[in-house]
């Protein structure tokens, strides 16, 4: 007892030698720079534009966008076989045994849910802090919010919900939270319908595409924030999943031109890139790349979170945790041994198995995450032209094939 009353009396000491060495308050002041209050958040234009970007990082999770997510959306269909048996790595999901208390339900749950409360307090926050940056930026900002929101409604809907097409939406979708929640008091908010859920996720879609620019600065901020041809090009994948076809064509005629080669005329310069190893040469920042979300050694997934983990071999630095179904699509001629189709370059043999090497970085694995690219918007398109105009559908669908084998398709 007495050494811990001597320590404090020495730091008391020390602190009124600093009071006499210096008298500025910021001196004392040993609150971290990013400790930043909900009073002060909105302040100044950075702290505003820090809170924008950190949107993005939440759906950047590697229990989200990050990682499982497209890992689970990958495995729980036919085309991968799990090469390393385990309940920390998507076991679950693969089996179809799954829970509402199942760690891989949970996690990703509260990570989308997460990321959708930290937008309902941003557009809170925004509104309440008028004049800190021009009506217009605000309204860029917002429109971005807003994005993310429908993107993560959307994506929790293709997990944890019927299919729109089933019953046009009847079925339950999900508690529909568009308020700032900052206490567990609507914690039990109940369920919305799926037809709801979508009703909410076009209107924050079409209000982002108002308010959204078309370009930014540099191509980097073209390809990791949301866009006007962003929000229009989440539009047709939202669209096809409700089956609403004519909807689909007319979005996708906002940002494909009439004519191969297939490009948007107006805004951020959306085409195919001419190979489809440069999408995944570790540039990112090409014409196909609509959105995939950065990352640098120092904000990675996480442990057993990232893409090339999951997915490369282990010379490659990832751990073979799944493997490609030799009776899936590899039963494709089109990537038999000797083909030339360029999807092949994305396979390598391990242990006489075949695994996906488009994830490439190893540890700590900093692979940017695709979250939509310009070949799914052609495809988008062709899928809904397949009867109203089956030409145009034939030859969309063929410069997306062609640009990775030289078959023509009929």
Known sequence: MNK???????????????????????????????DISDATAFQTPDRILNQVNGLYTTIKAGQFYGGRYLIYNDIRAEEFIVNRPNGVTGLDTWRHNLN???????????????????????????DKNPGVVTATVAEQYKGEAKYVRALT?????????????????????????????????????????VAQVYTQ????????????????????LNTSRASKNTAIALKTRIYLA????????????????????????????????ASIATVFGGSYTGSEAVLFLPVTDLNAPGTQNQLAYYYNIASGGGNEEYYL???GILANPALAAGSVDGRRGL???????????????????????????????????????????????IALLTAVRQRSNPAAYT
């Open 242 to 273: 409700m089956s609403n076809l004519p909807k689909v064509v007319e979005e996708a005629n906002k940002i494909v031109s009439a004519a191969a080669p297939y490009q948007a005329a107006t805004g951020v310069n959306l085409k195919l890139e």
């Open 100 to 126: 509402s208390n199942t760690d891989e339900v949970r996690n990703l749950w509260a990570a989308g849910y997460a990321a959708i409360n930290a937008v309902n307090v941003f557009l809170d926050g925004i």
């Open 201 to 220: 996720i076009l209107a924050d879609l079409n209000a982002a595409e108002a308010t959204l620019p078309a370009t930014y600065a540099t191509a980097a």
């Open 4 to 34: 811990i009353y001597k320590n404090i009396g020495l730091g008391l000491l020390f602190l009124s030698s600093i009071n006499l060495v210096s008298c500025k308050k910021d001196f004392l002041d040993t609150a971290p720079l990013t």
């Open 325 to 327: 179904n030799p009776a």
């Open 153 to 193: 409604y959307y994506a929790l809907l293709q997990l944890y919900a019927k299919p729109y097409t089933l019953d046009a939406g009847a079925s339950p979708g999900l508690p529909l939270r568009l308020l700032a929640e900052k206490t567990t008091a609507n914690n039990d908010l109940a369920r919305s319908t």
């Open 347 to 393: 396979i390598a043999i391990s242990g006489g198995k075949s695994f996906i090497t488009k994830y490439k970085k190893p540890s700590p694995y900093s692979d940017y995450i695709p979250v939509m690219r310009y070949s799914e918007v052609l495809l988008n398109l062709a899928e809904a032209t397949v009867v109203s105009d089956p030409a145009r559908s």
